[in-house]
């Protein structure tokens, strides 16, 4: 891996009508022909990524979208798609090419408002507007936001907009993985069994975050399986000051740790570092009011091939199942494909949303707090059904 991962990015977002040079200004950013332009309406039909780095904002994700003025059945599905991108947007920019009626524009200014999402309002063709000043002063007047004049075909005021949206994004406050578990000279043991869901020849992305969070923070690291750890720990001068370990064997560590050494999972790091911890605790302990009859929705952020002993699809059905029997139903819905309607469950278990930015997990937190739907993850539900959620590190 050379670059950084997506879910550690700033997404920011390209909305406006169709034909206004939304992916004419994706180009220009990235001084590449990422997405296709045209003249014809609606050339954009699915929301376009692309990851670079803009300075002085770091790494960042452009998402390309469909018009959200498309019309017909097609295009209210391809407005449907634009709208789910509110949930990853870290920032926004609302493109407009025109003065005449922006009433859509506002809806959704009104929408990014709601969602405290910042906005950079961009002012386009700029080479083909005939007074410049007086469509700068009439969009200012209709939004309350003074917009950047650009021409994305000619490349012009690319700059100014780079400046704008550093402006907007503001201070970005990177927070630490293992926040206060673990500070500079502490003794780190990582447990980390490899078990088929491990890409062959890497460590899954949660593990390399870690060790690159610890080293960061200058701390000595031991990495171990579970057949492992007791000679690890045995090679050790003085117990580890904490235990970082794959949930799936949680109990199996718990069992085996020095009393002294604070102990916590990838997954609960996950937790504390891209949603509401607190509400994810809570819905782990709302496990003890599911019934026989209950629903459960189990939530995957990456998609892949199950295989045999998958954590999510397996692993934690298996556990709920023994306590409350087979009838309990598990929906399994992955990546980006989450239901609108959580009515209909009991409880949502996530998992550690690695391959998600923060934006979109606390989204998702969000809408199930709105439904009424406890949500917890994969870790803090492991270490509740297994008696030791209490005895668990927090990070802050």
Same mark, same amino acid.
């Not at 936001?145 to 406050?173: F, N, Q, T, Y």
């Not at 709302?286 to 892949?304: F, G, K, M, N, W």
């Given at each position: ?6 879910? @550690? %990015?700033?997404?920011? /977002? &390209? =909305? +406006?009508?169709?034909? !206004?040079?939304? $992916? ?111 469509? @700068? %002063?009439?969009?200012? /007047? &209709? =939004? +309350?936001?003074?917009? !950047?004049?650009? $021409? ?245």
């Amino acid at each position: 891996m050379i670059s950084a991962p997506q879910s @550690l %990015r700033r997404h920011i /977002a &390209i =909305f +406006g009508r169709r034909n !206004v040079g939304k $992916s004419s200004l994706l180009n220009a950013l990235t001084g590449q022909q990422v997405a296709i332009v045209s003249p014809l309406a609606g050339t954009t039909t699915d929301p376009v990524n692309r990851a670079m780095e803009i300075n002085p904002l770091g790494p960042c994700l452009l998402i390309d979208t469909a018009g959200f003025d498309d019309e017909g059945e097609v295009g209210e599905l391809r407005n449907r798609r634009t709208g789910k991108v509110l949930d990853q947007t870290d920032l926004a920019m609302l493109v407009v090419d025109q003065v005449d009626d922006l009433s859509l524009e506002k809806q959704w200014l009104g929408e990014l408002n709601r969602l405290e999402i910042p906005v950079v309002v961009v002012l386009n063709k700029i080479d083909v507007i005939e007074d410049i000043n007086d469509a @700068l %002063r009439q969009v200012t /007047a &209709i =939004f +309350g936001i003074e917009p !950047v004049a650009i $021409s994305a075909s000619r490349k012009e005021g690319i700059e100014r907009l780079r400046d704008a949206l550093a402006k907007a994004a503001g201070h970005d406050e990177s927070t630490s993985l293992t926040g206060d578990l673990a500070n500079a000279g502490d003794s780190v043991m990582l447990v980390m069994p490899q078990d088929p869901q491990a890409p062959k020849g890497r460590l899954i992305l949660p593990q390399v975050q870690t060790i690159r969070d610890l080293l960061d923070k200058h701390c000595l690291v031991t990495c171990c399986d579970v057949s492992t750890m007791v000679a690890s720990l045995d090679a050790m001068k003085e117990p580890p000051a904490l235990i970082v370990t794959d949930s799936q064997v949680f109990r199996q560590v718990y069992d085996k740790k020095p009393s002294v050494s604070k102990l916590t999972s990838f997954s609960v790091l996950m937790a504390a570092n891209k949603g509401n911890v607190e509400e994810l605790i809570a819905g782990a302990q709302a496990i003890d009011s599911l019934t026989p009859q209950s629903r459960v929705l189990i939530a995957e952020a990456c998609t892949h091939a199950p295989m045999s002993e998958d954590i999510g699809r397996v692993k934690i059905p298996r556990l709920i199942r023994q306590r409350y029997g087979e009838s309990i139903i598990f929906d399994i819905h992955a990546g980006k494909d989450y239901p609108t309607d959580l009515s209909s469950y009991d409880l949502i278990i996530h998992c550690g949303a690695c391959m998600f930015n923060r934006k979109l997990m606390l989204s998702r937190i969000d809408r199930a707090r709105q439904q009424g739907v406890p949500i917890t993850n994969y870790g803090l539900a492991i270490a509740h059904l297994q008696g030791i959620l209490g005895m668990v590190a927090i990070p802050k």
